[in-house]
């Protein structure tokens, strides 16, 4: 017996900007073209150390799928990646290296610091773990839990697509933003 | 003829006399204490003796005794002999303020991560190791976390960001 055939209605697409259209042309702003095409291209970096890591190994099967988030490219190499996820504890000894991670990326780049630890050193009070990776490099979106949910992630995900989204093109040549650098001492 | 503790006992203390002492068999294993100094020579006797054999270093750490005055910290030596599997145990004691104990290095290659181990928690020098540095805490502690001499909180930190994530 053949099976029906289902078609798949909830396909959601990005949003078109704001513009003047017509026929074979669109007019719209260049930064809502950019910023649209990079929030529906983000390009992750895992930086898995512990529990949280396999949560996110979870998040990016095909039961939570991160790929619908246009994340299925896993990046190993941190000069193409715009998002660096710290999943897990960061050790002490560890800090300077995930420092050169994020110095390796490109901008624009963005941190999502996922699970208690990563946040905040989590339960390892403790003189040999990082107290937040966030003493190190600047975070974009923390996600709470010991370990998250794959929801959760997801969330966190989403939360940086939104900022993503309303980033502005000159946002990393402003001001603010070379005062934040400077102040974890990274040019 | 099986190895046994008793053996073992005898020809050390054949050998060494009144420089080991505190025998007992917790749980079955021979344990002693020795003589700071001659730690080596008990590790080399042995180790080259054909009928105890003890040629595996299991596990060298040490232990912090803050009460026990002018001998706070014991390395531990565990040692086992293969052939006949037996295991023993023994432990030098050294003064914190002079931690200072014989490298094993020269007998086994294992001893040289162990010791500098128990350097980065304990800062026990082992005199005539090849490269006593920090093994896995940061190079730029200055202290040895592992001794009992820190309180279970310390209000003091600043690394901990209460603002966000507070206790």
């Excluded at chain 1, 039961?63 to 710290?86: K, N, W």
């Excluded at chain 1, 050790?91 to 990326?105: A, E, N």
């Excluded at chain 2, 100094?37 to 803050?66: G, M, S």
């Excluded at chain 2, 010791?115 to 940061?138: A, C, M, Q, S």
């Amino acid at each position: 017996m053949s099976r029906p055939v289902q078609y798949n209605n909830t396909v959601k697409f990005a949003g078109i900007p704001e513009g003047y259209m017509g026929e074979g042309f669109m007019a719209t702003n260049f930064e809502k073209v950019v910023s649209l095409a990079r929030k529906n291209s983000i390009w992750p970096l895992p930086f898995a150390t512990s529990c949280c890591g396999i949560e996110f190994m979870a998040t990016a099967a095909s039961h939570y799928d991160i790929a619908r988030f246009g994340s299925e490219r896993m990046s190993f190499s941190p000069r193409q990646c715009d998002l660096l996820m710290v999943m897990g504890t960061i050790s002490k000894k560890m800090g300077p290296i995930l420092k050169q991670v994020y110095l390796q990326m490109a901008e624009p780049r963005w941190v999502l610091a996922v699970g208690a630890c990563a946040s905040s050193g989590g339960i390892f009070d403790t003189y040999s773990v990082m107290q937040g990776i966030d003493q190190v490099i600047p975070v974009d979106v923390y996600v709470p839990g010991c370990p998250p949910r794959p929801e959760a992630i997801l969330d966190g995900f989403m939360k940086i697509q939104e900022l993503v989204h309303a980033e502005g093109l000159r946002r990393r040549e402003s001001e603010q933003y070379k005062e934040l650098m400077n102040s974890y001492g990274i040019q | 003829m099986a190895l046994t503790n008793e053996i073992i006992q005898q020809k050390l203390t054949e050998k060494f006399g009144d420089q080991l002492s505190y025998w007992d068999q917790p749980y079955g294993m021979l344990t002693f204490v020795a003589e700071n100094n001659i730690n080596i020579k008990v590790l080399q006797f042995l180790y080259d003796d054909e009928q105890l054999k003890f040629r595996f270093l299991t596990d060298l750490q040490a232990v912090h005794y803050p009460d026990n005055k002018g001998a706070e910290l014991a390395v531990v030596y565990h040692l086992h002999n293969l052939v006949d599997n037996v295991r023993i145990r023994f432990k030098v004691f050294t003064n914190i303020e002079k931690p200072e104990v014989f490298t094993a290095t020269g007998l086994y290659e294992a001893a040289n991560f162990m010791e500098r181990e128990t350097y980065d928690f304990y800062g026990v020098k082992f005199i005539g190791h090849p490269n006593l540095i920090r093994i896995l805490n940061v190079d730029e502690m200055d202290y040895f976390p592992m001794r009992k001499e820190f309180p279970l909180e310390d209000q003091t930190r600043i690394d901990k960001d209460d603002e966000m994530f507070g206790r």
